[in-house]
């Protein structure tokens, strides 16, 4: 009897608990449903002035470029307009893979990578939401899910592509939309006018990067020159404190390391290198950004590893396997054997070398500009005056040859599944980030931006290098740079900021005739800036100070067509040859071996490839 | 009266069949749905068109991987880790339980067990890193010969050590719980025998001579011959959370190269050519030992 009495309270629970569920169920979704149009109703009441012109008209862009000259001046930061930065009347919704850095700490407690000061900013100002679908923590992993999510054709709306390469994978396998109608047509005259600085009349490097089969499908990324610049850097505290000259070229490089370790300076190694997975040079695929590797000093030998390079009968030659990277490669084999670099470069792990030039026990390494400042930022936190400086590392001959990268390496890739509204919507979302990031608090970190895509100016740190100095040494005032201003240019984004907050760091005493030191400067007030100013001021100062003797370009930036499989052996193969021979795990006797080995295993059918398509 | 008839209507294997059914479906949606995927390696495979459109190029795939000196030296290092891992998982495992079975204090034979039991759950992520830290220049190996004045080593740079250094740590990690099946073996040897042996006066090194080691037999021959389908299965886990440029060459490994091939270079169909060639060698070893297994012990497995 009882058991009966149990059974059936327990059947009636279920039944109330359904019914509940059902109703909560029902009424939250119909309150949903009702909040929407409610909102959306808002939205259509309050813009209804501005929205008339917009509701409808869709601009025709499928023709040839727009000149920036002809768009209208975009809207100043922060405000919209009806084409470059309209606010949709309906949440466009974006779904994105992104990769995002596992030990960032700048985002805030309960903010997340598709909601944070970012994306709330677009889905306020622009009724555009970006919905992550997923995220990967490092390299390796990301371009692994992003060759599955294109192997399986499963591409979110939105994704980057760490190198051109991705981008003919997915564009061949039919997975992109033809952005050129919404690029063309919304692009912000800002970005418009930076596309222009890659080529003249029209032909644009930044816009044929992104043409694959004569269909545009990315959106480009134009990085600064100065990204593929390398150049040394060391402690020049150090340096005085030895009584040495700055090293100009390799054997007075080698001589400061000697006595870095001899003074007790770095107890371990004098210069840092890469870590596990780096590679020692930059090479066509990825021309610049090689933070730690050495190729400073292969510069300083003439040698362009990595490179296709023209010889002076116009034949294609590969810039690794040349004399000139062998006597490179056996310098620094000699400082490896000698101790001067890092013992484990190539094996560590974590970020190993960066923990040495961070931590003050080591004091010599190669990179771009931003290796310092925003590079090191840390440096500066434990010893405000460690005071790291930039140079460039000549030839024997006193020239000084710089290696010139891509337009940009990175590629925005939409979905051929995005409707033309996601389309603007995104080139409106990158329209945004190139106009506003300036206005931003950058305490948290940029990349947090989603689908964040660097346009700027190829010369945009020189320019500011110079602008900047120009307010020290008096010669300008802050309010040039300011919107309205004598001087103002949307085409150098970040300057206007900069130029307002270039007195929170720089102290008053500083007398621009001479070369700015950490001493000089203010880390923790504005410790964002200070990061910016360092990289600007000493980081670039070379680039933007020394007018280099060669600029060296690579004949192609990318892999072509039948090319991918020789390079995957031979690529292999000069890595781990040019690393075991610095390492001395081979001798350079083997040098010639090895080149042999080069061109026989697909090298001889590359350079036959790339001849072919340069020929035309 | 009616229970009992629908009882007996089950066969008596239907109750095992059903615990069984969550593995057969995991197997076939993992082991043999994927197969289809095969026709990769047959195809110059182009992910829109999916495996049913893409351009047949018949074996041209597996000629050209046979053309590349990376390709073989895969094989070769796959099969020399292998190899040792397969014949020292056997010999170390095993000399450890007759080691541990003369142990007579239970509580330190229990607390030796758990210990060595115990690295079998750390995962290779972990394990690599650990590792690649212990051995480097800072790591404790480097800072107990500096206490002797020995120069620093630096085990995971060197190519010519490297596959020992592999095949060492997995021993190190598995021994303690590749050791239980042997104690487990052990345990099932008739005590009868040993005091006989002792009545016509064997020693120690006698009794284990003639009755634990052919006791042991049996599973010596199951234990091998399961692990001959490994014989290609140099770890993946292992070797890519443990090698690095400058031991590649001693380190690469089948699985870690069609891994660089086809997930970080996207050379789909060459790394599904090298993934089937290994399958179709392991499939071959797995046959043959199962064959030899059931000719020379008598040892069927299905």
Redesign the interface.
Known sequence: MSKKIIAALLALAMVIGLAACGNGGNTSSTAEESSKTESSTAESSTDAGETNTDEGTTIDATGAWIPAAEHEDDAIPGENDDRAFKKFENTVEITFGQQVDPVDTTLPEGDSVDNNQYTRYLEEKFNIKYVCEWTAGNTADFQQKLSLAIASASLPNSVIAPNRNYLVQAARADLLADLWPAFNGYDSKQVKEIVETTGTDGDYRAISNCTVDDVFCALPNITVDTDGVYIYFIRQDWLDELNIEAPKTYSELKAAAKAFMESGKSPDYAIAGIDNGGRTYSNFLQSSNNGYGFDALYQAFNATPGYFLRDDAGKIYWGTTTDEMKAAVAELAEWYKEGLINPEIGVTTNGDNANGVKNGTCGIFMGPWWSLGYGNGDSFKNDPTADWQAYPLYTNDGEWNIHMKDVGTTYTMLSKDCTAEQLEAAVIANNVLVRDESTFDTSVAIGWYPQRNVIAAADECEYEYNALMGILKGEATVEDYQIGGAKYTTLYKNLANDAATLSEVISEDYDPSKELHVTDMDVMTNNGQFNRFYAIFVGDRPYATIEPDKKIYSEVYYTLDGMDQYWTQVSDLEDQTILQMITGKKSIDEWDQFCADWHAQGGDKILEIVEEFLAG | MEKTKTRKALPTWFHYSLMCLPGYIWLFMFSIVPMVGIVMAFQNF???K?WFGSPWVGLENFE?LWT???AKRALWNTLVIAVSKVILNIIVPMTFALLLNEIKNMKFKKGVQTIVYLPHFISWVLLG?II??ML???GILNYILGLFGAG?V?P????STFQGLLVGTDIWKEFGYGAVVYLAALTGIDLSLYEAAAIDGANRWQSTWHITLPGLVPTVVLLTTLAMGNVLNAGFDQVFNMY???V??TADIIDTYVY?????????S?STAAGLFKSVVSFILVVTSYALAYKFADYTIF
Do not use: A, H, W, Y
């Not at chain 2, 995971?156 to 190519?159: I, K, L, N």
């Not at chain 2, 660089?260 to 789909?268: A, E, M, S, T």
């Open positions: 182009n992910p829109s999916g050209f590349i000196p990376d890193n690649t830290n480097g220049t800072k620093p630096m995971m740079t060197e190519p690095n440029q400058l590649i060459e660089r091939l086809g997930i970080v270079k996207l050379q789909f060459l």
